[in-house]
């Protein structure tokens, strides 16, 4: 502590608004002072309002020992954009980090290195540099993984980097199971437009394009892998000892306990008894009370010097006499009492709650006003003045206020000046203050009293002198009532502890509003006639050594600190050799209750022992808002007894335990004692948690005080007051110890030897992590420990715990120097891991670091811990670099999943039940029953049905097609439709040269071309494969998919546009593809008008109609084959289910291009004659009312659409509603408007939906979702007639381990389904098991298999792979009805029977799709479906737009869409980690935070999860932030 303190101050720049630092930051010595004076070694340090409390040689000492045992290991470094950088730096290209974390039992010693100490480590950042210019950092993982700090390369391969380059990079990992695997990513995605269709996935297996091939198709050797490799080398070191007991979470989850390790140390002593203070002085003449002690010294002393009050130069400004305060006091009691009016009745009563509201430098008004209301038998409320509408813990001062029913607020006319005004000139209204009127008490504002007047003598009776506030750890602000009683008791104690005597000097440097300030500075001086010079805090960060030279040069005989002060002025002590302290008897430590005042009291005795401060002097002290004064150390004249220090073992603390330590030095913490207790109380040490039962004399308990000098209550607060004010401590046989109450002190402490006490924390820093505690205090000493002087701001730090899973999980927040790097702040985070972990074996949950001067202030400049923990959690804090660790901490998550052995065939199915339940399966109505099958057969080729239409119906519209104004820009009668299909047939028989049965792909943007083109193919026996084309504005991603498709289908020829013929084969199609290796590509638009001499007719039903090729939500390209039979039931199913005629009118808002979209644009109404109305979705984002409007308009009474199309409407329209009503648009027209989905339904989108546009009459029942999926495009569709569709409520928790709980709406852990419509005519469902394919029973959770005339026939695939998927086909069940043949649709769900009939009379069974199975992640034995982490983790901040999540090597990766700024993107991390913690018992392993729009979505509006996992991987989402959670 000597050496670190020479410091040069230059006294420039100093303003009186500063921090409460000494502005450590200007404080760069002129060059010239500089070299004599500053010897060479020394670093100046920044100080602060905070560390110097928590400064300690020996235990910087210790930490930095603790840090050495440490190896060097590597920990991810996140990664962040430059512009979210603090200041730009080299960062972007992420260093190989050089940062180390807890033991590693498994990594070697590197050769030839010693393990380089903390105090070393700066120099590794210079090789790292050079590396970052060679460009070898990301050249592979391996390197950028094994590369030394040193910059040497390794001499022996190290453990992480063989890891890494052995089995990982070339793991093959086949996530995927379905057709051609195309898990490659391709370029980059953009961000301004979302990725239509997974486009950007491209090229299947033995497609020769450039691309990065390895393991499972994903690029391994990008920065982002070999970062998540060194996060699981990080994660592979052992956790802490595993946990045996489990308890029960109302579930069969079950959270692991902590159970008391059997060694941890216990109390072994025996119980204590209560301590009794020395008793109050006899015989001494008292004063009545601390009025009449006014009194008589303003009438017979009335020259006798009060308060000097001093500016921030140090002069003093002005001197109060005792007559000056008594008269001034009786002024503006009178006043108060006479002069204040509303109505006609005077303002105050006897009784009454005054605010007062005096700045720091204002003392002599303050002792006035405070007098004035007690003479006046009013309760002064001293607060600090509000210096912002939105001040740091404001709201809860208003509360307070408001529940002391205060009106009235007294000032000064300064203060009054520099107080937020409104409008009107009046003093603003606080947020959450009541409303006050503002009394300026400056002498010429007060009236005289008439002589005669005198105020009422009150006695020092039960009554509330006055109200002091005191915020508590959550921040709650509430006032502790002191009684007339207590205030003479307390200035009684006081003076007799302190052996104050009469006209006695006292210098104070405490806020003088509160706690000891005022106890001693306002209240106890006055008692004894005493003369305080106060020193206002602008002055003590100008010239800390102020209160010294006030001491010496009033040769004050006491002095009243902080150890903050006593620091502060052992910086700025230098070249001071004229001062002296030999005239103080007493120097009182008001902080001597934090354990780690002991340093500054130490070593501001070492310094200043030779300028005459005697070692006795120094008293500390420990007091407590509700007790007042605990203990206070005797001047040695009153004959205490010496101090004590004791060195206590900090593991032995956190279990609540004393233990002297001896053998680790490390952890240990020192305390000094605080004295004895007050004269006249009564003190004892009781259990934290529980029952007040007394503690054993080894045990640390919180101290309890009995005596009249104790606050009284909490105002307005019955039963806190009851549990703090009023405890009965028992022994541990339940008997009371006393027929007193005891009042708690909120001091964690025990007594020590000679009757002395010893505080080791507070109860409002204690945080109990698992069984141990750990004091707040202790960790801030502990992080500043570490560099400080490098790294943090003022030491400005924050620690607090906030509860996640059961848990209290530290947190850490800590100011960095402005000047601080990446590279600096993250060295330092892992170290503070390290030490912390080191010393106090306790995990850090989160580490944030905040720019300087952004962490919300308290009234002294400190921290407002409460204000800053609730802006954690509110996501409001804007850190600039965040470290989660919750795979270190977080030790109590349920036991993994353990698979049960299913019971096997042999449970034997009775009848239709399956283990006693009915067997889930279901159908829709029977096609035989429903018409003439006659009709049937003759419509079974969809060619012969549309030329039979152009012959009976020629001029029925079939297709008008809307363009964005909602104008008609195509139509085509069923005779159109023939004659241009005939056109397009005869163009490919005679310019193509096809033959029946090669494929063509149709490249059109949707419309009545694309139709024409359709049926064109299949009027020449060709097979037509719809291809969405490529955006030209996004070729380098959409182009590849189009090329795939081509490619895998086998086409022969693309029929399409003249436009899209130019862009296939353009320039910048050229650098996307190989534009050479395109088949025949024919523009239809002029083609000649010709007949085709017959047209095709298939041989057999089976024959192949089309093939629909779709990218699956997992990134996998499908392709499968629809015959003409299973064209016609498709058409035939859905015709029934939605009563379709030629009569009829619907409107399709749906991409034309695969799946139930396909059908319903290009095949349905050719089958069932009605006409349909296109409206293309790409037309809705230049307008999006397009489709409403058009359903409005042609009267649509059915519709379907996409999520995507309804998001657009909630969201782009959500605020016209009016708008439209006004321009007619009118939907209570619609009976049904479907959602086409392959997908679980998306409850929230479609409620909200059918909510707003109830105003434009669309009913409230209309809104449903179909389902369908690759081997069965349409399995339900709600339709026109049946009941409307269910909800029920799941238990989430039971759907991990595969089951269905249903519950009630609202319970804990719900999640509503809905119905996915009805089963179509003809289709079949069942349930069953994934595994044993086993028939399951009603509301069990298993896969959907469907059995119908219109299920496909196969995939496609060009490689003869077919046979690994004929399962999804042709699959059977295990055992029950083994002969019927299925097809696997590869989605989980349940059946569920209900107490609806439809149609048929019969009960009605409910589909309810769960999810795809694909797309579920397999984490901890339990299945988990993303969409539900996504829905938890969007719900967790208003600024998170959009949410996906995969896995990658077992880690959950978390991406989210920031939509706010950049600023706020690390916010995020900490509440996406929580959230999934807390609702989902998953520890999220990376939290990626990009631009909206980045996340990629297919036209069905479905996540392309697994396409966004390899653009993370390939390094492509040019992410925001990138956070490894350790």
């Not at 309760?379 to 208003?398: C, F, H, N, W, Y």
């Amino acid at each position: 502590m000597k050496h670190d303190g020479r410091l040069a101050l230059c006294c420039s720049q100093r303003s009186a608004g500063v921090d409460p630092s000494l502005q450590a930051e200007n404080r760069m010595p002129a060059p010239s002072q500089t070299t004599a004076a500053v010897p060479k070694q020394q670093k100046p340090r920044p100080t602060s309002s905070r560390d110097e409390r928590f400064r300690s040689d020996v235990h910087t000492e210790a930490v930095q020992a603790a840090l050495a045992k440490y190896k060097e290991r590597k920990m991810p470094m996140p990664s962040k954009r430059r512009s979210v950088l603090v200041h730009s730096s080299v960062e972007t290209y992420t260093p190989p980090d050089t940062s180390s974390a807890s033991e590693d039992e498994g990594s070697l010693r590197r050769p030839g290195r010693l393990t380089s100490t903390p105090l070393q480590s700066h120099s590794n950042i210079e090789p790292w540099l050079d590396r970052v210019i060679q460009g070898s950092s990301t050249s592979s993982s391996a390197s950028s993984t094994s590369s030394h700090p040193g910059g040497r390369p390794a001499a022996a391969p190290t453990a992480a980097a063989t890891t890494l380059t052995g089995p990982a990079a070339h793991a093959h990992l086949d996530v995927h199971s379905a057709p051609p695997d195309v898990t490659t990513g391709l370029g980059e995605l953009s961000h301004r437009e979302r990725p239509q269709l997974a486009s950007v996935r491209g090229v299947a297996r033995g497609y020769s394009g450039s691309v990065l091939e390895t393991a499972g198709g994903v690029p391994v050797n990008s920065r982002v892998s070999s970062k998540i490799q060194q996060l699981l080398n990080t994660l592979k070191r052992p956790k802490r000892p595993p946990l045996k007991e489990f308890f029960v979470d109302d579930f069969e989850e079950l959270l692991e306990v902590q159970q008391p390790d059997p060694n941890q140390p216990k109390p072994e002593g025996s119980q204590m008894v209560v301590l009794r203070g020395e008793p109050l002085a006899v015989g001494v003449p008292w004063p009545p009370s601390l009025l009449a002690a006014l009194q008589r010294w303003g009438t017979t002393q009335p020259k006798a010097p009060c308060l000097t009050a001093l500016d921030t130069a140090g002069k003093a400004v002005y001197t109060l006499t005792y007559g000056k305060l008594w008269s001034r006091s009786l002024k503006l009691a009178y006043t108060l009492l006479n002069k204040l009016t509303s109505k006609n009745e005077p303002l105050l009563k006897p009784g009454d709650r005054v605010a007062l509201v005096f700045p720091n430098s204002d003392p002599v008004m303050f002792m006035v006003a405070f007098y004035g209301c007690l003479l006046a038998d009013l309760v002064p409320v001293p607060i600090e003045v509000p210096l912002t509408r939105k001040d740091a813990g404001s709201q809860q001062v208003g509360f307070l206020l408001g529940s002391c029913g205060v009106t009235l607020a007294l000032t000064t006319d300064a203060c009054q000046k520099g107080l937020p005004k409104a409008q009107t000139g009046e003093v603003a209204t606080f947020k959450g203050w009541p409303p006050l009127s503002w009394l300026v008490i400056d002498g010429k504002h007060l009236t005289k009293p008439p002589k005669d007047w005198r105020p009422q003598t009150q006695d020092a009776g039960a009554g509330t002198a006055y109200i002091e506030y005191k915020t508590s750890k959550e921040g709650s602000t509430v006032g502790v009532t002191v009684s007339h009683a207590s205030l003479l008791a307390q200035c009684q104690a006081l003076t007799q502890a302190c052996g104050y005597s009469e006209a006695e000097t006292l210098t104070n440097v405490l806020d003088f509003k509160r706690d000891a300030g005022l106890w001693h500075g306002v209240l106890t001086s006055v008692m004894n006639r005493m003369h305080v010079i106060s020193i206002p805090y602008a002055l003590m960060k100008v010239n800390p050594l102020s209160w010294i030279q006030k001491v010496c040069s009033y040769k004050a005989r006491a002095a009243l600190v902080k150890s903050r002060d006593m620091h502060w002025s052992l910086l700025a002590q230098r070249g001071q050799r004229d001062v002296s302290l030999s005239s103080l008897r007493v120097l009182i430590v008001a902080d001597g209750a934090n354990p780690w005042s002991i340093s500054s009291c130490d070593a501001f005795l070492n310094v200043f022992q030779s300028r005459g401060l005697r070692p006795e002097v120094i008293c500390p002290c420990a007091t407590s808002p509700e007790a007042l004064t605990v203990a206070i150390r005797r001047p040695p004249d009153l004959g205490g007894p010496p101090p004590k220090k004791a060195v206590l073992s900090m593991n032995g603390l956190s279990f609540g335990v004393i233990r002297v330590d001896t053998e680790e030095k490390l952890s240990v913490l020192t305390v000094q004692d605080v004295g004895q207790v007050l004269p006249g109380a009564d003190v004892c040490v009781v259990k934290v948690e529980g029952a007040p039962y007394l503690c054993k004399t080894d045990e640390v308990g919180e101290l309890c005080v009995s005596s009249t000098t104790t606050g009284t209550a909490y105002y307005g607060l019955l039963g806190i007051t009851k549990s703090v004010f009023e405890t009965v401590p028992v022994t541990a046989g339940g008997m009371p110890v006393s027929d007193r109450p005891f009042t708690r002190t909120g001091l964690l402490g025990f007594i020590g030897p000679d009757n002395l006490v010893f505080v080791v924390g507070k109860l409002d820093g204690l945080m109990v992590v698992g069984v141990r505690r750990h004091s707040a205090d202790d960790i801030v000493a502990t992080a500043l420990a570490v560099e400080p002087m490098k790294f943090v701001y003022r030491g400005r730090i924050a620690v607090f715990s906030v509860t996640v899973l059961h848990d209290d999980r530290i947190v850490l927040v800590a100011e960095q120097r402005p000047d601080a790097s990446e590279e600096d702040s993250f060295q330092w985070m892992s170290r503070v891991l390290q030490a912390i972990d080191s010393i106090h074996q306790v995990g850090v949950y989160c580490l944030a670091l905040v720019p300087a001067n952004t962490l919300p202030k308290a009234p002294l400049g400190g921290i407002h811990i409460s204000e800053t923990k609730q802006r954690f959690l509110e996501g409001m804090l804007h850190p600039c670099n965040v470290l989660m660790c919750p795979h270190t901490c977080v030790t109590n998550l349920p036991k993994p999943r353990q698979k049960q052995p299913e019971v096997g065939p042999a449970s034997m199915i009775v009848g239709n039940l399956v283990a006693g339940k009915r067997i889930a399966q279901a159908s829709g109505r029977e096609l035989a029953h429903l018409e003439d099958s006659d009709q049937a057969r003759k419509f079974l080729f969809l060619p012969d049905v549309l030329q039979w239409r152009a012959h009976t119906t020629p001029d029925h519209p079939l297709f008008l097609l809307l363009n964005a104004k909602g104008s008609v820009t195509s139509t085509a009668t069923c005779v159109q439709l023939h004659k241009k299909a005939e056109r397009v047939a005869a163009a490919l028989m005679e310019k193509a040269r096809l033959g029946t049965g090669d494929h063509v792909a149709l490249v059109y943007p949707p419309g009545v071309d694309l139709i024409a083109a359709f049926y064109g193919c299949l009027y020449c026996g060709c097979v037509p494969v719809t291809v969405r084309p490529p955006h030209p504005q996004n070729l380098t991603t959409t182009l590849p998919t189009v090329k795939m498709i081509v490619e895998v289908s086998k086409s022969t020829c693309v029929l399409t546009t003249q436009a899209i013929m130019r862009l296939l084969k353009s320039k910048d199609a050229a650098a996307a593809v190989d534009i050479r290796t395109w088949p025949t590509i024919l523009d239809t638009d002029d083609i000649p008008k010709k007949k085709v001499a017959n047209i095709f007719r298939p041989p057999s039903p089976d024959v192949l109609a089309y093939l629909d090729f779709s990218v699956s939500t997992t990134g996998i390209l499908a392709g499968v084959k629809m015959s003409h039979a299973a064209t016609s039931a498709l058409c035939r199913s859905i015709k029934l289910q939605c009563e379709l005629y030629p009569s009829r009118q619907i409107a399709i808002c749906l991409d034309p291009y695969c799946g139930l979209g396909f059908a319903l644009w290009c095949l349905c109404s050719v089958y069932s004659g009605h006409q349909s109305v296109l409206v293309p979705p790409l037309e809705l984002e230049s307008n999006v009312s397009l489709w409403l409007s058009a359903v409005s308009q042609y009267k649509a009474r059915v519709t379907f659409c996409s999520y995507s199309v309804m998001e657009m409407c909630t969201k782009g329209l959500g605020a016209q509603t009016g708008v439209l009503r006004m321009k007619g648009v009118n939907l209570s027209c619609v009976r049904t408007c479907m959602v086409v989905a392959e997908e679980r339904p998306r409850i929230a989108l479609t409620q909200s939906f059918s909510k707003l546009f109830k105003d434009l009459g669309l009913p409230a029942r209309a809104v449903s979702t179909t389902f369908g999926c690759r081997v069965n495009v349409a399995i339900c569709l709600q339709g026109t007639a049946g009941p409307d569709p269910t909800t029920v409520y799941v238990d989430m928790r039971a759907l991990r381990h595969d089951r269905v709980r249903l519950v009630e709406r609202g319970s804990p852990h719900s999640l509503p389904l809905t119905e996915s419509g009805k089963i179509l005519p003809g289709v079949k469902v069942i349930i069953a098991h994934t595994e044993t394919k086993g028939p399951l029973g009603d509301s069990h959770l298993g896969e959907i298999w469907v059995s119908s005339p219109h299920n496909a026939t196969g995939y496609y695939t060009g490689y003869g792979e077919e046979a690994l998927h004929a399962d999804h086909f042709s699959a059977r069940l295990s055992f029950g009805d083994t002969q019927t043949i299925w097809a696997r649709t590869g989605y989980l769900g349940f059946l569920r029977r209900t107490e609806l009939t439809d149609a048929s009379g019969e009960r009605h069974d409910a589909l309810y799709v769960v999810g795809s199975l694909d797309e579920t992640l397999e984490l901890r034995g339990m299945r988990y479906h993303p969409i539900d982490i996504e829905t938890s983790v969007v719900r967790a901040h208003r600024s998170i737009a959009e949410c996906a999540v995969f896995t990658w090597t077992n880690l959950l990766v978390v991406v989210v869409e920031l939509d706010g700024l950049e600023r706020d993107a690390l916010d995020l991390v900490a509440l996406v980690t929580n959230v999934v913690l807390e609702e989902h018992h998953l520890v999220v392993g990376v939290v990626v935070i990009v631009d909206p729009g980045v996340i990629p979505i297919n036209s069905r509006g479905e996540k392309q999860r697994m396409h966004l996992r390899d653009g993370f991987l390939a390094d492509q989402l040019d992410p925001i932030y990138v956070a490894y959670n350790m």
